[in-house]
């Protein structure tokens, strides 16, 4: 083989590497939440949670002014 076909093959190696790599990276990055997207889930989870707890004090007292 003359090395300009050597050439083409390493090229073409190398651009499947790349694709590869490329698809890899895109699928690693797009498990990832932006910062607000994270910030506005965690406020959100707080925010049923302190409900809930609300809703508990309140049901406890409700029982416990009823004896």
């Not at 499947?16 to 895109?26: N, S």
């Not at 910062?35 to 707890?53: E, K, M, Q, S």
């Given at each position: 083989?003359s090395?300009?076909?050597e050439?083409?093959q390493?090229n073409?190696?190398?651009?499947?590497?790349?694709?590869k790599?490329d698809?890899?990276a895109?699928?690693?990055?797009?498990?990832?939440?932006?910062?607000?997207t994270?910030?506005?889930?965690g406020?959100a989870v707080?925010?049923a949670i302190?409900?809930i707890l609300?809703?508990?004090?309140?049901v406890?007292?409700?029982v416990?002014n009823?004896n």
């Amino acid at each position: 083989m003359s090395s300009n076909e050597e050439l083409e093959q390493m090229n073409e190696r190398m651009d499947r590497l790349e694709q590869k790599l490329d698809h890899l990276a895109y699928h690693l990055q797009g498990n990832r939440l932006s910062p607000a997207t994270r910030f506005l889930i965690g406020f959100a989870v707080v925010l049923a949670i302190l409900f809930i707890l609300m809703i508990c004090i309140g049901v406890i007292q409700f029982v416990s002014n009823v004896n």
